[in-house]
């Protein structure tokens, strides 16, 4: 899991210089034969640090690991559902008037 750490550092320093968050995590794992795997988690509040992306990120990671493919030529850590560091994103409700 070692691998994935310089990948969420990366990522959360990205967030902190555009101040920006995400709440969903996506770890994707490219394989020699270009096959590919694709995991993803959301969280219900925009993640703080970087320790916070490498935890969600390495649980990805762990559900396919050990790799039983061949061998790893990509791996790569994203943040999605963004929205700006320090606003609420409000949620609506559609009144029917049923």
Known sequence: M?????????VWSYCEAQSIGGKTVTVK???????????????????????EILDASSQLLAAVHPFKRPAVRLLGVTISSLATAGTHVPRYQLTLGL
Not at 2 to 10: D, T, V, Y
Not at 36 to 42: E, G, H, V
């Open 2 to 10: 070692a691998l994935i750490k310089p990948l969420a550092e990366r």
């Open 29 to 51: 794992i490219k394989y020699s034969d270009f096959t590919q795997a694709t995991r993803s988690r959301t969280v219900s509040l925009p993640f703080a640090n970087t320790a």
